[in-house]
């Protein structure tokens, strides 16, 4: 949304303390009743149905919720997913100050109610008018998913004669067992295993990894930071080794040259002879099903 051009100034109201005047029915789509014009001094959220799981949304997560936001000082709607029939799906980073600051921290499955002042939602009003310059906000949010900022889980202990795996500075590192030769088939290892949706031959997966190069351990690739694909569209040894295995999950993964880059890369920097084993680290961070 962007900034009215001719912003009408709100009504004054007395901003309130808290959350208490706001009153959300226990439905699956939820209404909000609350008495008008009505204002919050400062961002804040409170929550109303805390959910079951461990996971909380992070500070960058990408989250996958339900919600609908009322302006308070009419009372009136002025979104809702619940309306358009399907969940929204955006990252933290993303959203408006307020909204953010309500969601960050919270437990996947809760739902919430969160205030939002003026200057943490839109200060400038939006164009359609909808809100205006003044108007503090409300949402209800159901949180449905979130991503992992990380590995998430209980560990896993490796099987004998893999690459050992250590962190550095928050990024994990590899040691090449002296001697090993390079596996035929494709070796795949958790080493912690997440408690979140499962990866699918089908499914959209965030990631973070490194690479190494199995024949001297060196670094090939520094992707650790978030990023996102179709699993169809990667090596066959990522889609083989990551179906099955749970979002919060990380896994090691020894690829074999046939199911990596049999022809090399030698255009990339640095540079991948023919016929070479790589050895991955990967954080699943988020997964996503196949859009129908």
Known sequence: MS??????????????????AVKVSDEDTPVVTVETPWA??????????????????????TVSINYVGVNGRTGEIFDSSYERGAPASFPLDGLRPGFKLGLQGQQVGSRVVIGVTPEDGYPQGTQDGRIAPGDSLIFVVDILSASFDEATG???????????????????????PAGA?????????PLIKGTGAPV???????????????????????????????LPKLIQG???????????????????????????RPSATPSLAPDQTLVYVIDILD???AAS
Do not use: M
Request: net charge neutral; proline share 11%; glycine share 8%.
């Open 40 to 61: 919050i001094a400062k961002t804040q959220s409170k929550v109303l149905k805390p959910g079951t799981s461990a996971q909380k949304v992070g500070e960058t997560a």
């Open 200 to 230: 699918a031959a089908d499914s959209t997966v965030s990631v973070k990894y490194r690479s190494w190069n199995f024949a001297d351990g060196a670094l090939l690739e520094d992707a650790w930071q978030a990023q996102a694909g179709p």
């Open 181 to 189: 030769k390079a596996p035929t088939e494709l070796q795949i290892q």
């Open 3 to 20: 900034p009215a051009a001719t912003p009408t100034p709100t009504a004054s109201v007395s901003p309130a303390a808290d959350l208490s």
């Open 154 to 176: 209980e560990p896993v202990a490796p099987a004998a004669g893999l690459p050992a795996v250590t962190l550095k500075d928050g990024k994990p590192e590899i040691a090449i």
């Open 238 to 264: 990522w889609q083989k080794g990551l179906v099955g295995q749970p979002a919060g999950s990380r896994v090691l993964l020894v690829v074999p040259p046939a199911q990596a880059y049999p022809d090399g």
């Open 287 to 289: 997964v996503q099903a």
